[in-house]
Every structure is written in C-alpha cells, then in structure tokens.
C-alpha cells in the first residue's frame, strides 16, 4: 500500500513569495491534516478535511495561508505572502475516518524563508 | 484546552539496554487516545504503539511497551533490548475520543543509542 505523497520535500523562498504544497493522501482515506512543525517543537494541526470539507483550521492564519482539498482526495497548501516565522516543516496526514482511526504521516516538506 | 509536555528533551541509551521516555498529559476528557511516534532523520513520522484510555492493560508492541497511568495523566514509552535504528525524536500526542480529532503533540524527546 502506497504511503502519504507530499511534493516539494524542500523549498527554499524569499519573504513576501508565495509558495504551494501539495499532498496525496493514502488511497481510500476520507480525513487529511496539514500539521506545521517548527524546528524543536511538536507538530501543530493547521487544517483538517473530512473528504473535502473542513472540519478544523482554528489555527490556520488565514490571511496568509490556504489550503483546499477538490474532490476530496489530494490537497495543497498555499502561503501566500510568506513570512520569516513560516519556516517550518510541513506535514500531510490522512486516516480512514474511523472512530479509532491512526493517522499516517508523509515526509513532509522543508520550508525555508530568507 | 489539552496540553501534552514531554520533560526530557534529550535521553540516551546503550545499545542493547532499557529506556523510559516520560509523558504527562491534561484533559478533562475521559474517552481519549495516547499515542507515541517516532520521527527519524528523514522526517517521516511513524507511529510506534497506541493506547486507547478505556483499556487498563497497557499496550505493547515487541520491544515497545507503555506505562499507562490513568489517575496520574501519564504515558510513559519503555524500549526494551535498545537497537541502533531506534535513534530518533519520540513525540507523545493525545487525541480525543469520537472521530475526527486532531492529534495535540508534546515537543519530543531526542533518542541517542551509543553502541
């Protein structure tokens, strides 16, 4: 079974540029999470989807930030203008949608902004 | 609001020999589920082992077993007979009962094993 895809694994930008993410989950999960890591600290939920709505983004800034999920499979990730504090990793997750679900992570993507 | 602290940033073991990883964790929840992940270098992170708050028998999964202290808001992570390849940050995440809920990480703890 094919794992959590995410693409760039690395993206190296200017402040005030904007940048896209994007991942596809594991073939048949209904839920996908973007979760941001800052370096020396847990990952911290951004956005849940449930199929193509939107269950959390409590955390999301969303004046800079984006994400949709069409069709309710693969997702981007936008930031749009990006900011020095963005630099982070960027995680994708998904699960089946179950009640006792576990969530499976990508690679994630390394952002950093200069 | 749930909160997950990991008190030990970094730990180190001897190939071969026991290591206790320390998680507390807060909620007012009583259905809920704790979780310990593993994130190597290349950053993928990989659940190691689950523990579903109703059950009282603490999980295990071949070398990796729990400490699942209920009253006490802790969940600690035991690795037995400690190999090279077990070098890597240890998150602790809790995640509330039901279905769709995000997962709430602790800040980690870095794994050394010296052979």
């Known amino acids: 079974e094919a794992g959590v895809a995410q693409s760039p694994r690395y993206k190296i930008i200017e402040k005030r540029q904007s940048v896209a993410f994007w991942c596809n989950p594991i073939s048949g999960h209904a839920t996908l999470y973007w979760y941001q890591q800052i370096l020396g600290q847990g990952p911290k939920l951004l956005i849940q989807f449930q199929n193509n709505g939107v269950v959390d983004d409590s955390q999301l800034p969303k004046d800079r930030f984006s994400a949709e999920r069409l069709k309710g499979v693969d997702s981007t990730l936008k930031i749009q203008p990006a900011k020095l504090e963005d630099s982070a990793v960027y995680l994708c997750?998904?699960?089946?949608?179950?009640?006792?679900?576990?969530?499976?992570f990508g690679p994630g993507t390394r952002l950093l902004v200069l | 609001a749930q909160t997950v602290t990991q008190s030990q940033p970094e730990m180190s073991v001897q190939e071969a020999e026991t290591v206790t990883l320390s998680c507390t964790y807060d909620t007012s929840e009583s259905d809920y589920y704790l979780f310990w992940y593993k994130q190597p270098p290349s950053r993928q992170m990989i659940l190691v082992i689950r523990?579903?708050?109703?059950?009282?028998q603490n999980a295990t999964e071949n070398r990796f077993s729990v400490n699942f202290q209920k009253a006490a808001k802790s969940f600690s992570l035991k690795i037995s007979d400690s190999q090279l390849g077990d070098a890597a940050m240890y998150f602790c995440?809790?995640?509330?009962?039901?279905?769709?809920?995000?997962?709430?990480f602790g800040k980690g703890t870095l794994l050394t094993v010296n052979p």
């Open positions: 523990q579903e708050a109703y059950k009282q």
């Open positions: 995440a809790y995640r509330k009962g039901g279905s769709n809920y995000k997962l709430t």
């Open positions: 997750a998904s699960s089946p949608g179950l009640v006792q679900e576990t969530q499976y």
